[in-house]
């Protein structure tokens, strides 16, 4: 029953000393704990805002061998990240539609549409790439053939080597307004 | 037996003081006409107070892990006994909580219970609507399917739209260069500890503004709330005619809330867990990423919107449509409760409700996408025996014109239907349109072969209205 109430000792009128100090003891708490959650806040963010500041170091994935693909056809790819992780699984993976334009030219596109990022599908008949989201439309070189997109569909950077097809990773394309 | 239950009670109660404590709570006055309509507020927090459970328990088998996410989920649903059961009841929770919150504000908004003193218990209650909204969106993140993975790559989009920041915003929401494992992670963690934790910290702060301020009497038409005497005036009706919530009151909202439970748990075996889309593999390009039922209006605007303003509408109007809410209090905090005196409250609420409304059917519409699961023109649409008109309707098919136009019900509804477009626009007035495009349609110049284009002239040439009976055929 008595609890709730304070002891009869700070009940007494408070001298000048006692505010002086007390408004002492105040400010030594908030600066204390200032310091304190400044010091355990720095690390904290740094680790929650890290995968925004790392840059994977861009890698050459082999996609399949030259002879695997024909010339004017489009089709869906898949390749490592740059920095998988074992426990990605799936999700260590990116995938791409790989179109082979000539005898050497070869052209790797990002499935995000450039409107709000849906993966859009490529209609072989039709040769275009059409986003099921918002109705984007793309020609067969990723250039906006009809709807929303600003932009033509983003590339990724292809190579032969030694007969074999390869793609160079590299982060999401995030349009800007 | 009664006896000794009532002794341990006593033991406890004395050393613990939780009946001095709760009691007073408990028993605190409300209104005596605050019935059926009083019942959302509690029903939300009853369906909240479900997802921790069966949410705990799913996480009991789980495995919130890039490459293993999916298959635990499909083990939960397909192998694990209940589990299927678990998983439903986490979803229709989740739609009854956000559905009863819904129903709660409004009702909130209709009675101008808003008013002072209670503009606090508005502003707690717009953010835990926000909160909730997000753990939903996250929730649905979990599936961890195809729509998951894609929905993440919409919603990084649409940060990225933010000025200045918008970049760096979408690589935080995707998790770096690329989604990972550890985009999942991110989103476990916000959703079965930092949402959870804020909510239940933001509901401790609305309940007890609830004790504080007292729930509101229903509103009469006349009756106006004024500042300097609310409190009094209150105090004075709750003495007057008030009755103990508990159990006066409490015994609907255990009715109601009950009720919701059944009502849960029968859609939980009716309908069963909600589908899984494909596996979050890349190489599969079929996904067409799509939130849950709550969000789908705001689906509709996206697509709607001219993309002129779309960064702007993006960026601003979930913003805009937060700051709404949180300034309803502070446009009228004061003066007349009842609709019959407030024909704007009345306005805002029909127009909200059209708007969500009209939203919400386009987007079960979506007419705005190419359909991808048509199939060939039928022979009996056809109708005709000369090849190249069979050609043309082949093509119809194949060069994707039927993605988004429709012929006699077959096809797409993106664009124009064509059933009759024989009848509308003369040859040279077709092929000028497949030719160069239009605005939501593409050149198909580069595309089709001349002999390609003659023969899909032919075949659209013979849509036409069936000739009138006194025509003579000519």
């Known amino acids: 029953m008595t609890a709730k109430t304070n002891p009869p000792e700070s009940r007494k009128p408070a001298s000048p000393e006692l505010l002086s100090r007390r408004a002492f003891l105040e400010r030594v708490t908030f600066i204390l704990g200032g310091i304190g959650t400044l010091a355990m806040s720095v690390p904290l963010v740094g680790y929650v805002l890290a995968p925004v ?92 053939a009809a709807g929303p997109p600003p932009k033509p569909l983003p590339r990724f950077e292809t190579r032969i080597n030694n007969g074999v097809v390869e793609v160079k990773t590299q982060p999401v394309a995030i349009q800007r307004s | 037996m009664k006896d000794t239950f009532k002794k341990i009670w006593q033991w406890v109660d004395e050393r613990t003081g939780l009946g001095e404590m709760l009691g007073p709570q408990l028993t605190h006055l409300v209104p005596h006409d605050a019935r059926w309509w009083y019942v959302f507020g509690s029903a939300t927090l009853m369906a909240f107070s479900l997802q921790i459970v069966t949410g705990i328990l799913l996480a009991f088998t789980y495995v919130p892990s890039g490459g293993q996410a999916y298959d635990s989920l499909m083990y939960i649903t397909h192998v694990q006994p209940w589990g299927w059961y678990l998983r439903a009841l986490h979803f229709y929770g989740a739609s009854a909580m956000i559905l009863m919150m819904i129903i709660h504000m409004v009702q909130v908004f209709a009675f101008g219970s808003y008013k002072y003193p209670r503009e ?45 920041i918008g970049p760096w915003l979408g690589r935080f929401i995707v998790g770096g260069d690329v989604e990972s494992a550890s985009t999942l992670t991110k989103f476990y963690a916000l959703h079965v500890f930092v949402l959870p934790g804020i909510i239940l910290a933001f509901i ?40 103990p919530f508990w159990p006066d009151a409490a015994w609907r909202d255990a009715v109601f809330g009950v009720g919701l439970l059944l009502a849960i748990m029968f859609c939980a075996w009716y309908f069963g867990a909600p589908a899984m889309d494909n596996p979050p ?49 502070f446009i009228s905090n004061s003066g007349e409760r009842h609709l019959k005196k407030r024909p704007w409250a009345v306005g805002a609420i ?34 005709s025996t000369d090849a190249h008109v069979i050609h043309g309707a082949t093509l119809f098919y194949d060069r ?75």
């Not at chain 2, 609830?210 to 003495?239: C, F, Q, W």
């Not at chain 2, 059209?354 to 705005?368: P, Y």
């Not at chain 2, 039927?402 to 019900?409: E, P």
């Open chain 2, 204 to 243: 401790g702060l609305h309940l007890q503004l609830v004790l504080k301020n007292g729930i509101s009497e229903p509103p009469t038409p006349g009756k106006k709330v004024d500042p300097a005497t609310e409190r009094a005036e209150y105090h004075e009706l709750m003495e007057k005619t008030g009755v």
């Open chain 1, 53 to 144: 500041f790392k840059n994977d170091v861009p890698k050459w994935r082999p996609v399949g061998k030259v002879g695997d693909f024909k010339v004017g056809e489009t089709v869906a790819i898949s390749f490592d990240n740059a920095a998988p992780l074992p426990w990605d699984g799936q999700t260590g993976k990116t995938g791409a539609w790989l179109r082979r334009n000539s005898e050497t030219e070869f052209i790797a596109f990002a499935l995000t549409c450039t409107h709000l990022g849906c993966p859009v599908r490529w209609m072989a008949s039709a040769e275009l790439f059409m986003c099921p989201c918002h109705g984007g439309v793309y020609y067969k070189d990723g250039s906006v």
């Open chain 2, 281 to 329: 593999d890349p190489s599969l390009t079929t996904a067409n990423p799509q939130p849950d039922w709550y969000l789908m209006w705001y689906f509709a605007v996206l697509a709607l919107m001219p993309p002129q303003i779309e960064s702007v509408v993006m960026v601003f109007g979930p913003l805009l449509m937060g700051l709404l809410l949180f300034s309803v209090p």
């Open chain 2, 120 to 164: 606090m218990n508005w502003l707690s209650g717009v953010l835990l609507f926000a909160f909730t909204i997000t753990l939903g969106f996250t929730g649905q993140l979990m599936r961890w399917d195809q729509n998951a993975v894609w929905s993440i790559m919409v919603a990084a989009e649409q940060a990225g739209r933010v000025p200045i």
């Open chain 2, 350 to 383: 029909v127009l909200g409700a059209i708007l969500v409304g009209v939203l919400w059917h386009a987007a079960s519409e979506e007419n705005w996408s190419p359909h991808f699961t048509e199939k060939p023109l039928p022979v009996e649409v056809v109708q």
């Open chain 2, 400 to 474: 994707g014109c039927i993605n988004c136009h429709a012929i006699q019900g077959h096809g797409g509804v993106k664009g124009p239907d064509l059933t009759f477009i024989g009848s509308k626009l003369d040859a040279s007035q077709i092929i000028l349109r497949i030719a160069n495009g239009g605005k939501g349609m593409p050149s198909f110049a580069g595309i089709l072969k001349s002999d390609e284009m003659g023969d899909l002239l032919a075949f659209l040439q013979t849509r036409k209205h069936a000739p009138l009976p006194y025509s003579n055929n000519n």
